[in-house]
């Protein structure tokens, strides 16, 4: 699993909503399982908080072990890959209770039914009352009834043009888009991955056409590396 590496987020004057601590899902399209798992970690922010990484067994077999030359991360990295989703949500739920972590990220696959309603809200209220942010990757999952507070979707979209060469592709490029939220107004971005030496991610709304709006929003860090 490749996720780019980024290490600056630019948003436009209508910029993207700031991460909570608290607990966000993000439904990935397919081909965007990475471009989720690169989403997540610029939302941490910078530190050098370990993260706890769990994968089912599932998530694990189609999108591979988390490549860390990929990420970048500068941060510790605890992986876990365990057979049932069941043991995914209770290992969430165990991790939650150490304030030592930056964040708890998580891919199941599927909506398997240890991802009800009842659990969701157990990993909100334990993310919240410990301060450490939870992410769920769900993976070829439908949208259901979810406690959590933000969900989100991402879906890949055509490369911008190669500035060297028009016939060869250029920096990718992802739709976002905040579906549902607590207490965040709803909206779309793209995000398009710089590679080279600036090596970060654009954040700009997308506008009701399909075209971008002008990018010229304040630069923020992100530590996804």
């Known amino acids: 699993m490749d996720a780019p590496s980024i290490v600056q987020a630019r948003r436009s004057a209508s910029r993207a909503p700031q991460a909570d601590i608290t607990l966000s899902e993000v439904f990935p399209e397919p081909g965007a399982e990475a471009a989720a798992i690169g989403f997540a970690l610029t939302r941490l922010g910078s530190g050098a908080a370990p993260v706890l990484w769990i994968q089912d067994r599932l998530a694990q077999r189609e999108t591979g072990h988390p490549f860390l030359a990929g990420l970048g991360l500068q941060r510790p990295l605890m992986v876990m890959q365990l ?68 969900r989100w979707r991402i879906a890949t979209l055509p490369s911008t043009c190669n500035p060297d060469d028009p016939r060869a592709p250029g920096d990718p490029r992802w739709r976002v888009e905040l579906f549902r939220s607590r207490d965040k107004r709803p909206g779309e971005w793209v995000a398009r991955h710089e590679r080279g030496a600036a090596n970060r991610i654009h954040l700009v709304t997308a506008v009701p056409d399909g075209a971008l709006a002008e990018d010229t929003g304040a630069v923020g860090q992100r530590a996804a590396r």
Request: aromatic share 2%; glycine share 4%; proline share 4%.
């Open 83 to 150: 057979s049932r989703p069941a043991d995914v949500m209770t290992a969430v739920e165990e991790g939650l209770r150490c304030r030592a972590l930056a964040a708890v990220i998580a891919e199941i696959r599927g909506n398997p039914t240890a991802v009800s309603f009842t659990a969701m809200k157990r990993l909100a209220l334990r993310a919240e009352a410990s301060g450490v942010p939870c992410w769920l990757i769900r993976q070829a999952a439908t949208a259901d009834l979810s406690a959590a507070r933000d």
